[in-house]
């Protein structure tokens, strides 16, 4: 199963894009074998929560990867090394990424963030959600 987490303080706007593309995503129906979740502010609690999923696709406001309002996404090695200064909320998701590897019973699953920085407004809320679920859906996917 592939998981889409959706990380972030719907209290503080500047971390509020990830709660609003779960609230976007939770309204319709995901494609087979996707699950959502709401991983809030849970930061390394989410290791159970996640076990056990082939791919992961976090949604959490950026920051230093593009310019306002243009939707980012990162994976590999290189982005756990900047994420001290690019994830908000004290870099829990760093901390998360970087345990996935040694946390998990059996194989880590393979991940990728999806986000922006700037204002959540709906256009950037809607373009960050269909950004999550191409890359859900896998190589070649593309939402219309």
């Known amino acids: 199963m592939v ?3 959706c ?3 719907r209290l503080v706007e500047a971390d509020s894009l990830g709660p609003r593309v779960h609230d976007q995503l939770s309204c319709a129906p995901l494609p087979d074998g996707v699950g959502l979740l709401d991983g809030g502010l ?3 609690n989410l ?3 996640v076990e056990g999923a082939s791919r992961l696709v976090f949604v959490d406001a950026l920051r230093g990867f593009a310019v306002d309002g243009q939707v980012s996404v990162v994976e590999g090695t290189g982005a756990i090394d900047r994420a001290d200064e690019g994830f908000g909320h004290s870099s829990g998701l760093g901390y998360l990424l970087r345990a996935l590897e040694v946390g998990c019973e059996g194989p880590a699953p393979r991940w990728v963030v999806v986000g ?3 204002a959540a407004d709906e256009a950037l809320v809607a373009a960050v959600a269909r950004r999550a679920l191409d890359l ?3 190589p070649g996917a593309e939402t219309r």
Do not use: E, H, K, T
């Open 136 to 138: 859900a859906r896998g």
């Open 3 to 5: 998981l889409i987490v």
């Open 116 to 118: 922006a920085q700037g």
């Open 7 to 9: 990380i972030g303080n």
């Open 42 to 44: 849970r930061g390394l």
């Open 47 to 49: 290791l159970g929560s």
